[in-house]
């Protein structure tokens, strides 16, 4: 499917009960990381969104839920969200991440075909996604939408009415686009053009915990400044590598 596709509609929000989508948010990690578990509690399979610091935590809860992990989605492969040594960033160590996760369970790991680089040494265990691929979780289908500019490979993931961001769209901010591969213009197309476009209902689930554990997108597409910008304002506020984002 083409990387044009324009991003595709959610599925119907699902009647509260014990069909409900299966839906956990775990803040992890110094840097306010949120990893999240999707799945169906009937099929008893969930997906892990960005795996990192606390595999144990993650391979746990979704123990304890009686759910089995299947597969690991990647939003975008900085180290906070699929682990890695902190040699890039200037800093000794490593965070756990999709590696570990790996040696805990048997995972296929979804990453935008714009990153598969930046992970090595998962074999067939990796697999390229593109926009508007879709993968299914029990009865839920999850569908991947690319969102280039905090990264060329970033994506969102939408199932059942929810978007879950990464570091493209933060609760009253969007992800910084000042570091390697990040694109402000890009970044504004991916916020204007694709997620704007989803429905107000949609709720937004982001990458961090920046501004609370979760939004209404027709609340960012009011009041979020950075979906209020026309192109040349968001080259502005994004310029001359600012930081963004605290
Ligand atoms: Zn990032």
Redesign the pocket.
């Known amino acids: 499917m083409s990387d044009e596709a324009v991003a595709p509609r959610p599925s119907p929000v699902s009647d509260p009960g014990p069909s409900e989508l299966y839906l956990r948010q775990m803040e992890l990690g110094p840097m306010q990381n949120f990893v999240y578990l999707v799945g169906d509690r009937e099929a008893g399979e969930c997906v892990v969104v960005d795996p990192a610091w606390e595999i144990d935590t993650i391979v746990r809860t979704a123990e304890a839920d009686g759910l089995r992990i299947t597969s690991a989605l990647v939003t ?1 492969t ?1 180290q ?2 699929v682990g890695g040594n902190l040699a890039d960033w200037g800093m000794p160590g490593r965070i756990p991440g999709v590696e570990e996760l790996l040696g805990q369970v048997r995972a296929k790991v979804y990453v935008h075909r714009a990153e598969r680089e930046f992970l090595r040494g998962f074999g067939s265990d990796l697999v390229q996604v593109e926009s508007g691929m879709d993968l299914p979780v029990g009865r839920f289908t999850i569908t991947f939408i690319h969102t280039p500019g ?2 060329p490979g ?1 994506q969102c993931f939408l199932v059942d009415g929810r978007l879950v961001s ?2 493209t769209l933060f609760i009253q901010a969007c ?2 686009t000042d ?1 390697p591969g990040g694109d402000p213009a890009e970044m504004h197309r991916s916020l204007t053009q694709r997620l704007a476009r989803l429905p107000d209902h949609t709720i937004l689930l982001p ?1 961090h915990n920046y501004g609370g554990p979760q939004s209404i997108l027709g609340d960012e597409k009011r009041e979020n400044p950075f979906l209020q910008m026309g192109l040349g304002d968001f080259l502005r506020a994004m310029g001359g590598g600012r930081i963004v984002l605290p």
């Open positions: 975008h900085h906070d969200h905090h990264t970033s990464g570091d992800g910084r570091l990458g």
